[in-house]
């Protein structure tokens, strides 16, 4: 009876151990809860405005995963709205329809945006965001994917900068006339064509920030030698946990946060495991962020979901869902400091940069 009684104790002793050695759900949740109200939030790439110009399209992909109630309801602050455009022919008029079309997006949006002004705002500067964080307002600031738009006039540079752009990915999959691309079996320009350096210098100069995410490795590194400014990846992850073409070697990783920029890790299923893509969840995910932040540092790393793009997963499936990484950050014991970084303070120190380099390049 009594080895009954003491094997009964251990048991019960163990259970309670283990119980005790749970985080506190309630607990991390109320605490992600009271982060999310206090800190800034951003997501630097999500391909909404195309889904949002024409909700009947489509897109063979999930769509819907960001509105403004949903933003508000995960804590998402902001987000680089990108206009995408396919990779397509290089002639003149093709050229000047692609222009055409991301310019036509970018208004069809801007009237989305001016129907919501009690709700959300455009960003035109990295002062907005805190302004209109402090009015409680989803914050939208415009990007392109793919340097294709810009046809092959620098002109368009200033002219998307007016519309309100401050970020452009170089490329898509496929080469363009600024740069070789991820996806290319070619090497067109064995990395920037002397038009994509003046691109580059010519961003640096308007206060853009560069994007590196789908363009090849010569690419990066030539933009990085070149480029003024620090410069983003803004939805790629780590190579050497998912060998994928869309992803960053770890000296891919080193040369951009040498230059005091961004990893904006996509949280994307298929760029984030290779053995079971569609169960990757929010913990896939932040062993993303734990090796950048391993390899190079916490104030390097951040968050591209590329929703409405190919984004999401299992347990982030839009924008309401966003406080599920910070619950696992906190599981794992990052800081509040940390997490504030990983969430927006990064992202507005080198958009602060960015934009006083502009200042200084214009002798303003």
């Not at 067109?188 to 789908?214: K, Y």
């Amino acid at each position: 009876m009594k080895k009954e009684l003491l094997i009964i104790a251990v048991l019960l002793f163990s259970f309670d151990f283990r119980l005790s050695a749970q985080p506190d759900e309630a607990r991390l949740r109320h605490e992600a809860d009271s982060l999310h109200e206090v800190m800034f939030t951003i997501d630097t790439h999500i391909d909404t405005p195309i889904c949002t110009n024409h909700p009947e399209g489509d897109y063979g992909v999930e769509k819907g995963q960001v509105t403004f109630p949903l933003m508000e309801k995960g804590g998402l602050d902001a987000a680089l709205f990108a206009v995408y455009i396919e990779q397509g022919p290089r002639d003149a008029q093709s050229l000047q329809k692609a222009v055409d079309y991301v310019r036509n997006e970018f208004l069809l949006f801007k009237k989305h945006l001016d129907s919501n002004s009690n709700i959300a705002a455009q960003a035109f500067d990295s002062e907005d965001f805190l302004k209109y964080k402090a009015q409680g307002k989803r914050i939208v600031m415009f990007s392109i994917e793919n340097g294709y738009a810009l046809e092959k006039d620098l002109s368009n540079l200033d002219m998307f900068y007016d519309m309100g752009v401050r970020a452009i990915t170089l490329s898509h999959n496929y080469n363009n006339d600024i740069c070789d691309a991820s996806r290319d079996s070619v090497a067109e320009w064995n990395g920037l064509s002397p038009f994509g350096e003046q691109v580059v210098a010519r961003m640096n100069e308007l206060g853009m920030i560069i994007d590196l995410s789908h363009v090849a490795t010569s690419t990066l590194f030539d933009v990085v030698e070149k480029s003024k400014a620090p410069v983003i990846a803004s939805h790629s992850a780590v190579r050497k946990l998912r060998n994928h073409a869309r992803n960053l070697w770890d000296d891919e990783i080193k040369a951009i946060a040498r230059q005091g920029g961004l990893i904006q890790v996509a949280a994307e299923k298929y760029f984030l495991s290779a053995t079971a893509p569609k169960k990757a969840t929010v913990k896939t995910f932040v062993d993303h962020v734990d090796y950048v932040r391993d390899l190079v540092g916490i104030e390097h790393v951040g968050i591209g979901t590329d929703f409405d793009g190919g984004g999401g997963l299992v347990d982030l499936r839009n924008a309401g869902d966003m406080k599920n990484i910070t619950v696992e950050m906190l599981r794992r014991g990052y800081t509040h400091d940390e997490i504030k970084m990983f969430w927006g303070g990064n992202f507005l120190r080198v958009l602060g940069q960015v934009e006083k380099i502009s200042e200084e390049l214009r002798g303003e």
